[in-house]
């Protein structure tokens, strides 16, 4: 017996932090470089054109970096103090964008994992329950129709998107609800929603607003600043430490509901808050960057092809890839046309660019596997 | 071995019936699980799936429920682990009321193996027996010493330790059970349900799912409740038998009792014959006609 004590002891340490993989680590880093490398990238092209030393010199000035009064205007929405062109295009104008882009990322990343194992579904996004509908119904509404509420827009929009998902839950409850219940009611909800948003739009008479209302339920980062950060880090960090507790539940829940309950976990509260902190970060993202499409999708699915299904790790990996993703499919909606020789620097919406990521993505992965649509 | 105290009602549909058991001295014994007046429907159902005036399930020992297909011993089962809520009646465990008890309080107490079970292709047998350990730990507690103390004996009881890195995807039907049983083992509960472990499973690993809950009935004095297919082997393994029938109680006992060729004919509707020296014996021969 005395060997297999000592064998004991040395399993004890292994699974204590055998969740924490050196392969999760390598991701994480991976994903951190391809972020900043995009992200630097997004800082030093556009259509001020500056050399890449002047835009990374910017990036370091002590001048800048250390100056309480700068990050109050940032951070708390102070006056800004006066710069020169280069630091303030580059600190005012293009970094905020790939803040905002990041935040964009890790939301809909975690948002979409959670709501993958909610429904069992790894076909799921973070619109399943019905936030895009909602969302994009009150866009269009206010747009439109209420256009004196334009400025509170994102809030609006994120409102829009829990009254949708609220609606999806007490369809679906019946005694208690059901991964496929919810997954019904989302449709329901959804489907009319949208097509009362497709109605919508036929009331606009102004091109201005149409383009308005499409950039916003396409997804789009053109125009944000540091008031979209300064909207969406509180909510945002929020909804991603509430997620990272809670990755272990998730790990219970795939196990179905009645091993679930046999283990004595209360099922619908605990599904009940998780989908919540989803909708949290699902409208957080939405109200800083539009109805963006596919990272909520793609995000968990790569992580879960590079560190496994254990939803410690993917939680983690997911707030990493879903960064990298946004920022550089943002990379391609800001510069992409302007590379292209035969058009001109037009912007496009970067749900553009995440659906032509998506789709070629699922084919490769439908060629790739044998199984779909179960996790 | 405890004897029954007979007060029979004839009563030609149901068979003999019998009140609580007592042992040679007339004491009675005590029970781990009581339901009683229950009656238990489906959301679906306008009738009774199941109906039972009293159902005891004896401290320390092995109760297997059998029946034929559709004599409701499933639903009865769900109902004492509060996964069913009856239409009427009770569920006490040890005492106190199933339904008042909290979900991890009663998963602390109680541990339960369903008929079906699912999970992520990639979990490891090692994770699995883990998550058994779930309503031990606190919404923030890292694993413990006596998790993984629980878990080693949980994985060694129930034969897996060579499987303990393998994903469950990769496993066989039987693996696949054992390693669900060393989760519920991992539970480390007083008492323990189970629905049908063995149905899919080779005769190799019927018997080490079998053994090992001997075993934990044995060593740890564990309460067991199972509901079996099979007769001959719910009466080789069982310490009491609780036969069923169209949702109702038809006898309960010792196996050598309650094993009749006419409680053989009567709720299984077959003929055979039973032996009872040098141990009991069933040898079936044919259904018998509707």
């Not at chain 2, 669900?180 to 472990?197: K, R, S």
């Not at chain 2, 038809?250 to 055979?272: I, K, M, N, R, S």
Request: hydrophobic share 45%; glycine share 10%; charged share 20%.
């Amino acid at each position: 017996m005395a060997s297999t004590h000592s064998t004991d002891a040395t399993t004890d340490q292994r699974h204590g932090r055998s969740w924490f993989t050196g392969r999760l680590v390598a991701f994480c880093l991976a994903s951190t470089a391809l972020t900043a490398a995009a992200g630097l990238i997004q800082v030093s092209f556009g259509s001020y054109s500056m050399t890449i030393t002047q835009a990374w010199s910017a990036l370091v000035s002590p001048d800048i970096v250390l100056d309480p009064a700068v990050w109050n205007a940032f951070l708390l929405g102070g006056e800004l103090p006066e710069m020169d062109n280069v630091p303030l295009i580059v600190w005012n104008i293009r970094l905020p964008r790939v803040l905002v882009a990041v935040l964009t990322g890790a939301t809909l990343g975690v948002s979409g994992a959670i709501f993958q194992a909610v429904t069992r579904n790894e076909l799921a996004s973070p619109y399943i329950l019905g936030v895009s509908s909602g969302a994009g119904l009150a866009v269009l509404l206010t747009l439109v129709v209420f256009s004196g509420l334009a400025p509170f827009l994102p809030l609006i929009a994120a409102a829009g998107g829990t009254v949708a998902f609220a609606l999806v839950y007490a369809i679906a409850w019946k005694g208690g609800t059901s991964p496929v219940r919810l997954v019904l009611a989302g449709v329901i909800v959804g489907t009319v929603f949208q097509s009362l948003q497709t109605g919508v739009f036929f009331f606009a008479d102004d091109l201005g607003v149409v383009q308005s209302a499409i950039a916003w339920t396409t997804g789009s980062l053109t125009g944000t600043d540091w008031e979209q950060v300064r909207l969406a880090i509180l909510p945002a960090a929020f909804a991603l430490l509430f997620a990272l507790l809670g990755a272990r539940q998730l790990n219970v829940l795939l196990l179905g509901e009645r091993t679930a309950q046999s283990l004595g976990m209360r099922v619908e509260r605990v599904r009940f808050l998780l989908s919540g902190v989803a909708i949290l970060a699902a409208s957080t993202a939405i109200a800083i960057a539009g109805i963006v499409g596919f990272v909520g999708l793609i995000v968990p699915h790569v992580v879960r092809n590079v560190v496994g299904g254990d939803y410690r790790r993917l939680m983690i990996g997911s707030i990493f890839a879903g960064p990298a993703l946004m920022v550089v499919a943002d990379v391609g909606a800001r510069l992409g046309m302007g590379a292209l020789p035969w058009f001109g620097p037009v912007q496009v919406p970067v749900g553009v660019v995440t659906g032509l990521i998506g789709g070629p993505y699922f084919l490769y992965l439908m060629r790739r596997q044998q199984q779909m649509g179960e996790i | 071995m405890a004897e029954a105290d007979e007060q029979h009602e004839t009563d030609d549909e149901a068979g003999p019936v019998r009140e609580w058991l007592t042992d040679d001295e007339g004491r009675k014994i005590e029970s781990a699980i009581v339901a009683e007046q229950l009656d238990l429907r489906y959301p679906t159902s306008e009738e009774a799936v199941v109906e039972c005036a009293r159902l005891d399930i004896p401290e320390g020992e092995v109760t297997a429920l059998v029946g034929p297909n559709g004599s409701g011993k499933s639903t009865l089962l769900k109902s004492l682990s509060n996964h069913l809520e009856p239409e009427a009646g009770t569920v006490t465990l040890h005492g106190r009321d199933v339904q008042s008890l909290d979900q991890d309080e009663l998963a602390r107490e109680m541990g339960v193996l369903s008929q079906e079970n699912e999970s992520p292709g990639s979990i490891t047998v090692e994770d699995l027996a883990y998550h058994g350990r779930y309503p031990h730990r606190g919404f923030f507690e890292s694993v413990s010493d006596e998790d993984h103390a629980a878990v080693d004996d949980a994985i060694e009881m129930a034969g897996v330790g060579h499987l303990r890195d393998t994903e469950l995807g990769q496993l066989s039907g039987g693996q696949k059970q054992l390693a669900w049983i060393a989760m519920v083992l991992a539970q480390d509960t007083d008492v323990l349900l189970l629905d049908e472990p063995t149905t899919f499973l080779d005769l190799h690993h019927q018997f080490r799912v079998l053994e090992t809950v001997r075993q934990l009935n044995e060593h740890e004095d564990v309460t067991v409740a199972v509901v079996l297919h099979d007769i001959a082997q719910a009466a080789r393994f069982a310490d009491n038998l609780v036969a069923m029938r169209e949702g109702e109680l038809y006898d309960w006992g010792p196996p050598e009792q309650v094993v009749t060729e006419q409680l053989l004919a009567d709720v299984f509707g077959v003929e055979a014959r039973v032996e009872y020296e040098p141990e009991l014996q069933i040898l079936p021969k044919r259904a018998l006609s509707e």
